[in-house]
């Protein structure tokens, strides 16, 4: 090969690398990573016992004073979970770190929700199922409202602040508990409602096999419940090729004792955020949808 032709091969090398330099430069660009909502949010994360919120810092991702929770009430209607919702929004707009009371406030909640409307109900009353829980939430706060998936509120918050901080492309954040939720990100962006524990695998429903309450059910040692773990990880990974795996949920405090024995092409890490991760990411994603759609409150 001649000296032109190392010439011609070595420019052609370097317009891929900027090519590709560009592309990752603008695809981070397009990642939620800045809003115009420039002040605190109130994120508020509902679950089968407890009902939490925080004001949250955007910009680090991290709550503004203390986390103010409210036991779910029994039975958790809708009308009566949205009382508890408005007592939780209103103790921490009063504080003097509270935001301005036109910010939304984000909330997430554990169903399928689609265009606002619950689609399934997991630890909470059947009757949310078919409920706008957008309209429901904006109604009684009288301020903008944005409402999404629990699983989904933490998996943004920890591909935005936490373990997946500026990580591209495709990020699995799997919770292991009760259950298995999943949230898919795709260069920053969250994909909703991507129930990954409710695949099948061996003729299982996989949260049925593999979850932390699976492994508890059955008595299982560490060694015996890695080979369900990698199983299902391994049947993911071939269905998405992702980039990252953060695993969450309380059984993620363990997990020097579970994922160094995963045998897996992608890397996979423990969630950072632990327990603020459903307040901080009902927060952002508010401000995100804010941004967009200019809701108004009604009423």
Not at 197 to 213: F, V
Request: glycine share 12%.
């Amino acid at each position: 090969m001649s000296h032109d032709d190392d010439a011609e091969k070595a420019i052609k090398q370097a317009r891929k690398r900027a090519e590709k330099t560009e592309k990752d430069a603008a695809r981070a660009a397009a990642a939620p990573s800045h809003h115009r909502f420039r002040g605190p949010v109130i994120g508020v994360d509902i679950g089968g016992t407890g009902i939490k919120g925080g004001i949250v810092d955007l910009a680090k991702g991290t709550l503004i004073g203390e986390r103010f929770r409210i036991p779910t009430p029994s039975p958790s209607t809708p009308e009566a979970v949205a009382d508890v919702v408005t007592e939780v929004v209103a103790e921490l707009t009063g504080r003097p770190e509270g935001p301005e009371p036109e910010a939304p406030v984000g909330i997430t909640f554990p169903a399928i929700i689609k265009n606002g409307v619950a689609r399934s109900a997991a630890n909470v009353d059947h009757s949310w199922i078919g409920t706008d829980v957008d309209k429901l939430m904006t109604e009684k706060l009288k301020r903008p409202v944005e409402v999404l998936n629990d699983a989904d509120g933490a998996g943004l918050a920890e591909a935005q602040y936490g373990a997946g901080k500026g990580q591209l492309g495709v990020v699995l954040v799997i919770t292991l508990g009760t259950g298995i939720g999943s949230a898919y990100i795709m260069d920053g962006k969250l994909v909703p409602n991507a129930e990954l524990g409710h695949l099948e695998i061996d003729g299982y429903d996989a949260e049925s096999r593999a979850s932390a309450t699976a492994r508890e059910r059955d008595g299982l040692s560490w060694e015996e419940y890695v080979p369900r773990l990698q199983r299902y990880f391994s049947h993911v990974e071939f269905l998405f090729s992702p980039e990252l795996f953060i695993v969450g949920g309380g059984i993620s405090k363990r997990s020097e004792d579970f994922l160094p024995k995963l045998d897996l092409q992608t890397r996979i890490v423990p969630a950072t955020l632990k327990n603020n991760a459903g307040i901080v990411g009902a927060a952002l994603h508010a401000a995100l949808r804010f941004d967009w759609t200019k809701k108004k409150a009604k009423g």
